[in-house]
């Protein structure tokens, strides 16, 4: 099994910034993608960033700049640094990895529990 816990989440006034942090455990051979996703009430979860392994890191459109997704693959740990956030930020951030299993060598995707972020204007 693997387990993904994140943090960073929390409440920030517009123009601030938040950085999460997601760490993957367990019985982990290599992860070959971490990455973050976003559900804000009412809408479909939607992929904010990730980062490949050997690939260069994919962002939505809204990011427009503002957001860093790094990878730390000795840690199995994913960071996502947002600056200038905005009200329309506000979600649960969901951390998601790729992993391939030590026990069976099998890829499989797993997802974090979430955490909230919440932007005042």
């Known amino acids: 099994q693997v387990q993904l816990v994140e943090s960073g989440g929390g409440l920030v006034q517009a123009g601030g910034s938040l950085r999460l942090s997601c760490a993957a455990s367990?019985?982990?051979?290599?992860?070959?993608?971490m990455g973050w996703y976003r559900q804000a009430p009412g809408k479909q979860r939607e992929l904010v960033a990730s980062?490949?392994?050997?690939?260069?890191?994919d962002y939505a459109d809204f990011v427009e700049g503002r957001f860093t997704i790094s990878l730390d693959n000795a840690k199995n740990t994913v960071y996502l640094q947002m600056n200038n956030l905005k009200p329309e930020d506000t979600a649960v951030y969901y951390c998601?990895?790729?992993?391939?299993?030590?026990?069976?060598?099998?890829?499989?995707?797993?997802w974090g529990q979430g955490t909230q972020v919440t932007v005042s204007s």
């Open positions: 998601t990895a790729l992993v391939v299993m030590a026990t069976t060598y099998t890829p499989y995707n797993y």
């Open positions: 980062s490949t392994i050997g690939d260069l890191p």
């Open positions: 367990g019985s982990i051979f290599s992860i070959n993608r």
